[in-house]
C-alpha cells in the first residue's frame, strides 16, 4: 500500500467514525454504498468515480461560507478564501479549455443550462432594449417599461436536439422550465442512420430563427461537428450554446479536437463536472469575452450562494484532468466504447447509428422483444447496473422505452480495457438472450415485468466479480 494510500484509508476510516457517533445509520449506508459500488458493473453513461482528493476537499468547512457574488465582489465579509477557491477552479477551467473566461458557480448541469440562457437572454434581449430605452439598469424601469420588457423576454426561440433522438430535457423538452419559457423547436436525428443531419438543422434553423441554438446530447453516440453548427447559427444570427455536460471528459483529454472542440466554435459552453470530466457533482459555464459580463451575474440572477466545498473540489479535479495522465484516460473511454459497440455488433445486437465514437453506445433492445424497462430491470438483477433510454421514434415512449444506454467513462477508472468489455457486452447478451417479456397479474402482456431464467444472473455475477477484483475501485483504499 502507497503512503497516499495508508492517508486515504485512515481519513476516511476516521471520518466514518465521526459520523457514527452522531448517526451510524448513515456511516453505515456510506459504507454499504462504497461496497455497492465497488461490487458491480458501473455503465450508466452520466457517472464516474471522482479521486479520493476530489472527494476529500468537499468535506469541509467551505461548506459553511455564504459568497455571494463574484470574485472580490461579494455581499457577505470574510470571503477571501472563497475567492483562491473559485480563482483557481476558474483558472484550471480556462486553461484546461482555452476558453476566454470560467465561471465555476453552477451547482449542477441544470443550473449552468439556466446561468447561460438567462445571460444569452440579458445580453440579447435586455441589453440592446434597455440602450434603446436609454435605462441604464432594470432598477430604472417603470412598471409599464418592465411589463414591455418582460414581454420580450418571454417570447424568445430556441432549437434544440429533441430528447429521443438523444438531447437533453433542458434543450426545450416541455416539462423542463426550457420548454416552458422558450417557443421551442426540436431537430432529430435522421430516421435511416439515426445521424445528425446538418443540411435538416440548417433547414429548421433557417425557418424557425431561434435567438438560441443548442448543440450537445445525452444520448447521442457520435461526435457533433460544433464549427458547423456555429455556421448555422451565425447565418441565422443565433447564439451558439453547447452543454458538453456529457462528454467534456473527451474534450479536456483532447479527443474532441478541431471541430468536434466546442469550446472554439460556440458562444457560451455549459458543462456538468461530474460525468466524464472525473469531478464532483456541480456543473460549469464557459464563455466568451463578450458573454463573460452577464454569465458573471449568474449569481444572483438565477444562483443562490456557492458550493465553495464543490467549487474547491472542481479545481482539485480541473487540475488533476491537466494531467497528461487523464489524456490516456479520455482516449481509452473512446477505445473502450469502440470495444464494446463492436462486442455487441460482432453477437448480433443492434446499436443505434450501428456504433458510436464517443463514450456512449445506445443498444436497441427491441430485437430481444424486451423493452429498455424489462431489460434494465433483468441487468439489474445480474449486477449490471445501466438505464434505459429511448431510441429514435421510440414506439415505447419515454418511460417504457425501446433502448438502453451504456457507457465506459467509470469503468475506464477502474482500469478496464478491450478484453473486459468485448466480455460486458457478452454478459449483457447472454442476460437479454435469457430474459422473456412477462404479464400482468390479469395475464395482459406488460411492458415492465420479466422473467429473467434461472441462474444466469449468478453467472453473470461470478463472472463479473473476476473481473471487478482484477481492477479495484479504490484500490488502496481499505476501511477499518
Ligand atoms: C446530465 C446533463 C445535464 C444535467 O446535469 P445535472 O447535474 O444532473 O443537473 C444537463 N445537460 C446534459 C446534456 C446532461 O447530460
Redesign the pocket.
Known amino acids: 500500500m502507497s503512503d497516499l494510500d495508508a492517508l486515504t484509508s485512515s481519513a476516511y476510516s476516521q471520518a466514518l467514525e465521526v459520523i457514527a457517533s452522531v448517526e451510524p445509520r448513515i456511516a453505515d449506508a456510506t459504507r454499504k454504498e462504497l461496497a455497492d459500488q465497488r461490487g458491480s458493473l458501473k455503465l450508466i453513461a452520466?457517472e464516474n468515480y471522482a479521486s479520493p482528493a476530489v472527494l476529500l476537499t468537499m468535506g469541509t468547512w467551505f461548506s459553511d461560507k455564504y459568497a455571494e457574488g463574484t470574485v472580490g465582489h461579494r455581499f457577505y465579509a470574510g470571503c477571501q478564501n472563497v475567492d483562491t477557491v473559485e480563482t483557481l477552479a476558474a483558472e484550471h477551467a480556462r486553461e484546461l479549455f482555452g476558453a476566454e473566461y470560467a465561471y465555476a458557480q453552477p451547482?449542477?448541469?441544470?443550473?449552468?443550462?439556466l446561468v447561460a440562457f438567462w445571460s444569452i437572454l440579458a445580453h440579447r434581449v435586455e441589453g440592446p432594449w434597455l440602450e434603446k430605452a436609454e435605462k441604464k439598469n432594470v432598477n430604472e424601469l417603470t412598471d409599464a417599461d418592465w411589463e414591455s420588457l418582460r414581454k420580450e423576454l418571454g417570447n424568445q426561440r430556441l432549437l434544440g436536439m429533441s430528447l429521443d433522438a438523444g438531447?437533453?430535457?433542458?434543450?426545450g423538452f416541455r416539462p423542463n422550465i426550457s420548454g416552458k419559457m422558450f417557443h421551442q423547436q426540436q431537430y432529430g436525428t435522421d430516421p435511416e442512420t439515426g445521424l445528425l443531419d446538418y443540411d435538416v438543422v440548417r433547414a429548421k434553423a433557417k425557418e424557425f430563427k431561434p435567438l438560441i441554438l443548442v448543440a450537445?446530447?445525452?444520448a447521442y453516440p457520435r461526435r457533433v461537428n460544433f464549427a458547423k453548427m456555429r455556421e448555422i447559427a451565425d447565418e441565422v444570427g443565433a447564439t451558439l450554446m453547447v452543454?458538453?455536460?456529457?462528454f467534456a471528459g473527451l474534450v479536456a483529454g483532447k479527443v474532441f479536437t478541431g471541430d468536434e472542440d466546442p469550446v472554439p466554435h460556440a458562444h457560451v459552453v455549459?458543462t456538468?463536472t461530474?460525468?466524464s470530466l472525473r469531478g464532483p457533482?456541480?456543473?460549469m459555464v464557459l464563455a466568451t469575452e463578450e458573454y463573460a459580463p452577464s454569465v458573471d451575474r449568474g449569481c444572483p440572477m438565477v444562483l443562490g450562494g456557492p458550493l465553495s466545498h464543490v467549487m474547491a473540489a472542481k479545481a482539485v479535479a480541473l487540475a488533476e484532468a491537466r494531467q497528461p495522465a487523464f489524456r490516456t484516460y479520455a482516449q481509452q473511454v473512446a477505445d473502450n466504447a469502440q470495444s464494446l459497440a463492436e462486442g455487441f455488433k460482432s453477437r448480433g445486437a443492434k446499436l443505434v447509428t450501428d456504433g458510436t465514437d464517443n463514450h456512449l453506445v445506445l443498444l436497441d433492445v427491441s430485437s430481444f422483444g424486451l423493452t429498455g424497462r424489462q431489460a434494465e430491470s433483468a441487468l439489474l438483477d445480474a449486477g449490471v447496473v445501466t438505464n434505459r433510454n429511448s431510441v429514435p421514434s421510440d414506439p415505447n415512449g419515454a418511460w417504457y422505452t425501446s433502448g438502453v444506454r451504456l457507457g465506459t467513462p467509470a469503468l475506464t477508472t477502474r482500469g478496464f480495457g478491450h478484453d473486459e468489455f468485448d466480455n460486458v457486452a457478452e454478459l449483457i447478451v447472454h442476460v437479454l438472450q435469457n430474459t422473456q417479456p412477462g404479464t400482468t397479474k390479469a395475464g395482459a402482456p406488460s411492458k415492465a415485468s420479466y422473467v429473467l431464467a434461472d441462474g444466469v444472473a449468478d453467472k453473470v455475477k461470478d463472472s463479473s466479480a473476476e473481473m471487478l477484483d482484477k481492477h479495484p475501485l479504490y484500490p488502496g483504499l481499505d476501511l477499518a
Open positions: 452520466s451547482h449542477s448541469g441544470i443550473d449552468a443550462n438531447g437533453h430535457l433542458t434543450h450537445g446530447y445525452s452543454d458538453m455536460a456529457h455549459t456538468t461530474h460525468k457533482r456541480g456543473g
